[in-house]
């Protein structure tokens, strides 16, 4: 639509929430950035024109780790709320966000805030498009053959599938529709979520298609599925 990176306005939010998981270690991401020279990239590119500024993070307020499963249900329940709300401001300022995780569980409210300002700005759901680069497609749903982990389902939930509370934040599901989701770069999937992307006919390029195809190929048909 014409739209170039110097014509909009570009906002760095951090979102240190790694509690999707047994494994802490990825609320650390947004510091290293950061301290890996995150400032420099940004005086570059507003030198340049293109207009960026970095927020901070959104912190996950203190608390005790819950029990319940799937890891990191409870916290996300808190959690979600405060990043969501950061990012309407972002989106109905005109800007767009770049969030820095955190396990994979934030998608859910980054993509929840994004969809929801589509539908209160009367732009089509149709037009929420993602592509998700990841060898996993985090589809799992809650039960005896998932990890139960919250970072292993975001994009289940963002489907409608999983757990009410999640999949209806902000009272609607789903956030995005199977033909607006295609998957980059997959080379671990259970047998569920692999049931679920031949039921739903979800576009996915595996590592095998990147060498057969080339990276550059899979990319312009990743948007043209999208587009």
């Known amino acids: 639509n014409g739209i170039t990176m110097n014509s909009r306005k570009w906002r760095i939010l951090g979102a240190p929430f790694d509690l999707g998981s047994d494994h802490e270690g990825s609320a650390d991401a947004p510091g290293a950035i950061r301290e890996a020279g995150l400032s420099r990239i940004v005086?570059?590119?507003?030198?340049?024109?293109?207009?960026?500024?970095?927020?901070?993070?959104?912190e996950m307020p203190d608390h005790e780790r819950s029990d319940r499963k799937p890891t990191g249900y409870d916290e996300m329940i808190e959690y979600a709320p405060l990043l969501m709300?950061?990012?309407?401001?972002?989106?109905?300022?005109?800007?767009i966000p770049l969030v820095i995780g955190g396990d994979h569980s934030i998608s859910?409210?980054?993509v929840t805030a994004a969809a929801d300002f589509l539908r209160r700005s009367r732009i089509s759901e149709s037009d929420?498009?993602?592509?998700?680069?990841?060898?996993?497609?985090?589809?799992e749903t809650p039960g005896e053959e998932s990890t139960n982990d919250l970072h292993a389902m975001p994009a289940a939930h963002l489907l409608g599938y999983g757990l009410s509370e999640l999949k209806n934040l902000r009272d609607f599901s789903p956030k995005v529709k199977p033909e607006?989701?295609?998957y980059?770069?997959?080379?671990?999937?259970?047998?569920?979520?692999?049931?679920?992307?031949?039921?739903?006919?979800?576009?996915?390029?595996?590592?095998?298609?990147?060498?057969?195809l080339g990276i550059v190929k899979v990319c312009e048909e990743a948007f043209e599925c999208i587009r």
């Open 43 to 58: 005086r570059y590119l507003n030198d340049q024109g293109v207009e960026v500024e970095d927020i901070a993070d959104v």
């Open 85 to 95: 709300k950061r990012l309407d401001g972002m989106l109905s300022n005109g800007s």
């Open 108 to 110: 859910i409210p980054t």
């Open 128 to 139: 929420l498009g993602i592509i998700w680069i990841d060898a996993h497609p985090d589809i």
């Open 180 to 182: 607006n989701l295609v």
């Open 184 to 212: 980059i770069g997959l080379r671990d999937v259970v047998p569920e979520e692999l049931q679920i992307i031949r039921e739903r006919n979800i576009a996915a390029y595996t590592m095998s298609d990147i060498e057969r």
